[in-house]
Nanobody, 119 residues
Framework: QVQLVESGGGLVQPGGSLRLSCATS????????MGWYRQAPGKQRELVAS???????KYADSVKGRSTISRDNANQMVILQMNSLKPEDMAVYYC?????????????WGQGTQVTVAS
């Protein structure tokens, strides 16, 4: 069982920046893909950004160019830096980890952290 704990959410003004961190209970070397998802009220959960163990990244078009995902393997964390925040970025952000072992993938989720973008 892998535990994920998010931090860094809060209230930020439009145009501001936020750094979301996700601490894992296991070595990030053992996690194949780590990512951040978000869910706004009345909407489906969507991928924001992901990063593989090899460092390959993927971003939603809506955040591309404004966000950077990175892995801090020494501290067992994944970090999402978001800049130029917009009101439409407001959502609950969830950390996600996917571990594939012997061809079987297991996905873990954090509890989520609220990001509010308002002036």
């Amino acid at each position: 069982q892998v535990q994920l704990v998010e931090s860094g959410g809060g209230l930020v003004q439009p145009g501001g920046s936020l750094r979301l961190s996700c601490a894992t209970s296991t070595s990030t070397f053992s996690i194949n893909v780590m990512g951040w998802y978000r869910q706004a009220p009345g909407k489906q959960r969507e991928l924001v950004a992901s990063i593989t163990s090899g460092g390959n990244t993927k971003y939603a078009d809506s955040v591309k160019g404004r966000s950077t995902i990175s892995r801090d393997n020494a501290n067992q964390m994944v970090i999402l830096q978001m800049n130029s925040l917009k009101p439409e970025d407001m959502a609950v952000y969830y950390c996600n980890a996917e571990i594939t072992d012997f061809g079987i993938s297991v996905t873990y989720w954090g509890q989520g952290t609220q990001v509010t973008v308002a002036s």
